[in-house]
């Protein structure tokens, strides 16, 4: 059961329902409903070696406490941690390995985890091979015998591959190593990485959980004892923690996550079929569609497919100029908002990416990333009809 103050929610609990109510306690000196801003630094003590659970800002923070506990509860796990951002989240993750240590990753990795791995945590005797993980034979062959985790983006970013997280999370028992999802691009209402045999999962609070464009933050979920009590050590020893402000504003995404993914899921599909049968687009990359190589992996492991899709103009040219002519669609890096926002990958998110590896990945100098959006889907269509006009 999940304790809520006065209200304890069954484990059987429905997916909205943790979302709205799991570990936010109405408060106890007003019975405000919504958790307040602790903004605060330090907390009295009642006497010496005693007080009320809290006792410095950068260990207990009552608005982040109960951040982590809805997100522990929304994605399964045992416990959750809050950091300052997705790469902090994921560089508290990385402290669970020693020098030495090897880590089999997504070959389609996010660009910020490329450019911590590489440029980061090389310079501390790690070791990184980058693979397709939805073939688990490659997996497989590139694990060694100091091989301790398997870090896993799916759908990845931008291209939205699958890997079958079932048979990864066998894979990673088999070989005893800790299979690591990080689920930014999907949220816990469209897949949940725990129930499908992860150790850990990670979020940029930033995107879908937070929903609105407003926060950036990061979070860790765990389930295994061991991983707990370090990453909660971590959290303080490192201090590199979400502020009260930034829980409570993705408290307040939380909430709605569920009623927002529905409509993401239904304008991603709408924009990809959309896309799919336009003359001036060459291919569309979107889970969703029967085209997609692993359309039914996703119909199984996703509940909907997501809002993020991907598509390809043919040239940096043509890409150019339909991006400068969007109106309605923003023209940003990010995603998971309730605006729909455009982007170029291999000159945006994926900079930090060599341009051979990108080339090697698809991520072409004509891919355009869009982050569907809630607006209404005819308003969405009709912006990107308007400019893909203007490419001759």
């Not at 809520?4 to 109405?26: E, K, W, Y």
């Not at 990385?94 to 490329?114: E, M, P, R, W």
């Not at 909430?255 to 409509?263: E, G, N, P, S, V």
């Not at 497919?305 to 043919?314: A, I, K």
Request: aromatic share 6%.
């Amino acid at each position: 059961m999940y304790r809520t103050g006065p209200v304890t929610l069954r484990a059987n609990a429905r997916f909205s329902t943790i979302c709205l109510h799991a570990g936010q306690d109405p408060d106890p000196a007003t019975g405000a409903i919504i958790t307040p801003i602790y903004q605060t630094s330090t907390y009295v003590q009642e006497a010496l070696g005693r007080h009320k659970g809290f006792e410095y800002g950068r260990t207990q923070n009552p608005t982040r406490l109960a951040l982590e506990r809805n997100i522990a509860a929304i994605e399964r796990g045992q416990a959750a941690f809050a950091f300052a951002s997705g790469m902090a989240a994921i560089g508290a993750v990385a402290t669970l390995l020693q020098s030495g240590d090897h880590v089999v990753v997504s070959d389609n990795t996010y660009g910020g985890t490329f450019r911590l791995f590489e440029k980061v945590l090389r310079r501390y005797q790690l070791s990184f091979s980058y693979v397709d993980t939805a073939n688990l034979d490659e997996v497989d062959r590139a694990c060694t015998e100091r091989t301790r985790m398997l870090f896993v983006e799916t759908p990845t970013n931008p291209m939205c591959g699958l890997t079958d997280l079932q048979a990864a999370s066998a894979l990673a028992r088999r070989r005893d190593v800790r299979l690591v999802v990080d689920n930014t691009f999907a949220s816990p209402y469209v897949q949940r990485p725990l129930e499908l045999g992860a150790d850990l999962v990670v979020h940029s609070t930033t995107k879908y959980l937070n929903g609105h464009s407003d926060s950036i933050g990061g979070v860790v979920v765990a389930i295994r004892p061991d991983d707990i009590e370090w990453l909660r050590f971590v959290q303080n020893a490192e201090g590199a923690i979400l502020g009260p402000f930034d829980a409570w504003l993705v408290l307040r995404g939380t909430k709605t996550l569920a009623i927002r993914m529905a409509q993401h899921n239904a304008n991603g599909l709408a924009l990809a079929q959309y896309l799919s049968r336009h003359p001036k687009v060459r291919r569309v990359y979107y889970p969703g569609l029967p085209s997609h190589p692993q359309h039914e992996l996703a119909s199984r492991q996703m509940r909907g497919f997501g809002g993020m899709l991907s598509f390809d103009m043919g040239s940096l040219g043509a890409a150019e100029t339909m991006l400068n002519h969007v109106r309605l669609c923003a023209l940003a890096e990010s995603l998971g908002g309730v605006e729909t926002l455009i982007s170029h990958p291999a000159t945006m998110t994926h900079a930090s990416v060599p341009a051979a590896r990108r080339a090697a990945l698809g991520i072409t100098d004509g891919l355009v990333r869009i982050s569907a959006g809630i607006e209404d889907i005819d308003d969405l269509k009709d912006d990107l009809a308007q400019a893909l006009d203007q490419v001759r």
